[in-house]
């Protein structure tokens, strides 16, 4: 079976510090990738995803820059982070192809710049 | 583009109660639909799905069926459980890799 890990679940940086967070995946090749960030009592907002190693996309113009290294690793980062970078990050895995997908989420990430 | 909109919350509800939670979408083509459920401090967990018009989807009690002339797949529970209480939310893949989420509707159910 497929599982997906997230760490650190919680981070607390001040203003101005570099950041790292890292998602891995298990039983699974060649997974689609996803980071998302949840602010306080808003909805999800797609940060970047990730169709192969090396190849990003980003969604929202921000602080944030996302990596691959490797088939089923992906990382999240920030040289200088900002207040409003605080909330929940999750990281998110699908299968390829198919007509449909459905997305598989680990824990999450809390995360508070201060 | 694609978007979801679901009713804002927070909805109160006693035990036993029913539960709709509206959602109703904007997309091109014939998108799946999805309901997660996020559970407090926890990552998102899919619920349940449809992928096809007049699909119902099922799980743990709870029911959306995929309404393409109304453009709608309202969430709804017959009798509610305090353990229910969580953010509920709506989601469209129109067949690539890209999940659009509406933007979450928190449920209170009281003892």
């Known amino acids: 079976s497929q599982t997906i890990h997230q760490w650190p679940a919680t981070l607390v940086q001040p203003v101005g510090s570099p950041l790292s967070l890292e998602c891995t995946v298990e039983?699974?090749?060649?997974?689609?990738l996803y980071w998302y960030r949840q602010a306080a009592g808003r909805g999800l907002q797609l940060l970047f995803y990730s169709v192969g190693i090396g190849q990003i996309s980003s969604e929202v113009p921000q602080n944030l820059s996302a990596s691959r290294p490797q088939d089923r690793q992906f990382i999240l980062s920030s040289k200088k982070l900002l207040l409003s970078d605080s909330g929940f990050y999750l990281c998110?895995?699908?299968?390829?192809?198919?007509?449909?997908?459905?997305?598989?989420f680990g824990p999450g990430t809390r995360l508070t710049v201060t | 583009g694609d978007s979801v909109t679901q009713m804002e919350g927070p909805v109160t509800l006693s035990e036993e109660a029913f539960l709709t939670i509206n959602c109703t979408y904007t997309a091109t083509g014939y998108p799946s639909l999805f309901w997660y459920v996020q559970y407090p401090g926890e990552g998102l967990q899919l619920l349940l799905k449809?992928?096809?018009?007049?699909d119902k989807g099922s799980n743990k009690g709870f029911e959306a069926t995929y309404r393409k002339e109304t453009t709608s797949f309202h969430l709804e529970k017959g009798s509610v459980q305090v353990s229910d209480s969580a953010v509920y939310f709506c989601a469209l893949t129109p067949g690539g890799n890209m999940l659009t989420f509406g933007g979450g509707t928190r449920l209170m159910v009281k003892p």
């Open positions: 449809a992928t096809k018009a007049d």
């Open positions: 998110a895995w699908s299968r390829r192809g198919g007509r449909w997908h459905e997305q598989y």
């Open positions: 039983g699974t090749s060649n997974p689609n």
